[in-house]
Nanobody, 115 residues
Framework: QVQLVESGGGLVQPGGSLRLSCAAS????????MAWYRQAPGKQRELVAT???????NYADSVKGRFTISRDNAKNTVYLQMYTLKPEDTAVYYC?????????WGQGTQVTVSS
């Protein structure tokens, strides 16, 4: 049974930081491309960042320079370090893993940026 379990969300003030984690089980984690998506109320889900099995990263323009995606294959975990958070970063953040035809999602974790 495949599971992606996100953690680390919460309420943070503008300018603050959070680190999200996504622990994977039931997959050969090291071969998967991992990604973080987010969905704000009334908006479509959007891609935030990806990291390939080789460690190559890519970011949405809106988070470049503020967010960092990383992975620890020994722990089957992908991270999203978020700095200088803005109210517009408020969303449910989802972990995603894909390899060929296999595509899996976590349940999401809420991030709220507000004073």
């Amino acid at each position: 049974q495949v599971q992606l379990v996100e953690s680390g969300g919460g309420l943070v003030q503008p300018g603050g930081s959070l680190r999200l984690s996504c622990a994977a089980s039931g997959i050969i984690f090291s071969i998967y491309t991992m990604a973080w998506y987010r969905q704000a109320p009334g908006k479509q889900r959007e891609l935030v960042a990806t990291i390939t099995n080789g460690g190559n990263t890519n970011y949405a323009d809106s988070v470049k320079g503020r967010f960092t995606i990383s992975r620890d294959n020994a722990k089957n975990t992908v991270y999203l370090q978020m700095y200088t958070l803005k109210p517009e970063d408020t969303a449910v953040y989802y972990c995603n893993g894909y390899y060929r035809l296999n595509n899996y999602w976590g349940q999401g974790t809420q991030v709220t940026v507000s004073s």
